[in-house]
């Protein structure tokens, strides 16, 4: 695919089926888990998306040997690993697990990816595993990848503290390990918890994996122990069910089928049912999935918390604005340290329709008084995935959408495109 396409959409209905990959985030939670089960774990429905293909190619790699180089441009090769360098490219989820797990790992390996990677921080999570006793040193700035990991952690005490209103992510990589531990981890957690749901998914793969947690408070706890034999099955994603949700909610009729979802996920981007309920979607569980529809009723909803599932700011921000619905947004505090920072790069793309996007403290507020409806849009996807996928169902409403680096969308939803187009919607290659 060449790197713009242009997408459009004839008439406003949308019907048919959609089968989706599985969860990147339980995959990534999946691969470690295996490769730290030293066998006793698989892994079934393994995602698509590149950042989960590189990075079960890297735990694989290190299972087999220590001498080769890794590149995330080299994901649809053969991967061998070098001992000297890991590069994740814009991997974010598969940098904080793999600064864990190395750690544990007979190693000594430096850790890098993209210049944004280099730019997304991981202090915290390697002051806290410098607290557990490994050797960590930044190559390049304090703070921010690349990292040397000198393996072969040596335990010097079980209990941490770590904030827990940053990432997720860096709480789910000690999690991951704590089993492993030889003292096992006992886990505070400073402040308000972010993506809370994230943490309860990470715990309740370890239970199905063996692994015994408490959790007291702000205190979790997991002695070491040892992993069992079982089959961890992963869920199609449900982040990628959202933008099937807004292309739902901005289409005049939509009956659309996503396959293998069901109501008791994991995954605490489950919650679009609920929060699409609100532009009239409706979720009917059944034959093995869910069933959306659209029913026409007035928005009442104005206030949107979204500090359990960021990952759909975008999708729910997009959608309201579209809409002219000027609703007011929390919980995106995270949004500015992801693939690109989120607020800025929704702030830039809704200009181009006359919106803006107010910040006041940890308040965002949509103005949609000047939007207007142009004839073509060029949506700057700012090497994150989740733009282009939150602005493509614009093509509802806009004749013309223009999507730049439109592989994007291969990190999370390798075959976004192609399902758009068969649901009717028309995808061409720019020159």
Not at 52 to 74: R, W
Not at 397 to 413: D, H
Request: a negative charge; glycine letters at 6%; proline letters at 4%.
């Amino acid at each position: 695919m060449s790197k713009n396409i242009l997408l459009t959409k004839k008439g406003r209905t949308i019907h048919g089926t959609v089968n989706l990959t599985g969860s990147k985030s339980e995959c990534n939670r999946a691969l470690i888990i295996e490769a730290l089960s030293e066998g006793k774990v698989t892994v079934q429905n393994v995602s698509d998306a590149a950042d989960t293909v590189l990075l079960e190619g890297i735990l694989k790699s290190k299972g087999k040997s220590q001498k080769s180089k890794i590149m995330a441009s080299d994901i649809d090769s053969e991967i061998e690993l070098p001992k000297s360098e890991i590069n994740i490219g814009p991997a974010g989820t598969a940098m904080r697990f793999l600064t864990a797990y190395l750690t544990l790992q007979n190693n000594e390996v430096i850790l890098t990816g993209s210049a944004r990677m280099k730019q997304r921080p991981i202090g915290i999570l390697v002051d806290a595993l410098r607290q557990l006793g490994a050797v960590i040193d930044y190559e390049e700035n304090d703070g921010f990848p690349p990292i040397k990991i000198y393996g072969n952690l040596q335990q010097v005490t079980d209990t941490i503290s770590i904030k827990g209103d940053i990432s997720s992510q860096y709480i789910t990589a000690l999690l991951l390990i704590a089993a492993r531990l030889p003292k096992g981890l006992t886990l505070n957690i400073e402040g308000d918890l972010t993506s809370r749901p994230y943490v309860e998914m990470t715990l309740a793969m370890l239970e199905q994996a063996g692994i015994k947690h408490t959790w007291t408070g702000n205190s979790i706890r997991i002695p070491h122990q040892e992993f069992r034999e079982t089959t961890l099955p992963v869920e199609p994603d449900w982040s990628a069910a959202s933008y099937w949700y807004a292309i739902a909610a901005l289409a005049d009729e939509a009956e659309i089928f996503l396959t293998g979802l069901t109501p008791y996920s994991l995954q605490g981007d489950s919650v679009i049912t609920e929060i699409m309920a609100n532009f009239g979607i409706t979720s009917q569980f059944k034959d093995g999935g869910v069933y959306l529809k659209k029913e026409n009723k007035p928005i009442s909803k104005n206030l949107f918390d979204l500090k359990k599932c960021p990952d759909l700011a975008q999708t729910v921000i997009v959608v309201c604005a579209a809409l002219g619905h000027e609703a007011t947004f929390t919980g995106l505090e995270t949004l500015k340290i992801k693939e690109t920072d989120r607020v800025k790069a929704l702030q830039n793309e809704l200009s181009k329709i006359g919106v803006k996007l107010i910040e006041n403290n940890l308040m965002y507020k949509l103005d949609c008084s000047e939007t207007f409806i142009p004839q073509h849009l060029f949506v700057n996807t700012y090497e994150d995935h989740r733009m282009a996928m939150a602005f493509a169902p614009l093509a509802l409403l806009i004749p013309e959408i223009e999507v730049e680096e439109a592989i994007v969308v291969e990190k999370s939803y390798p075959a976004f495109w192609s399902d758009l187009e068969k649901m009717g919607f028309v995808v061409e290659q720019k020159a």
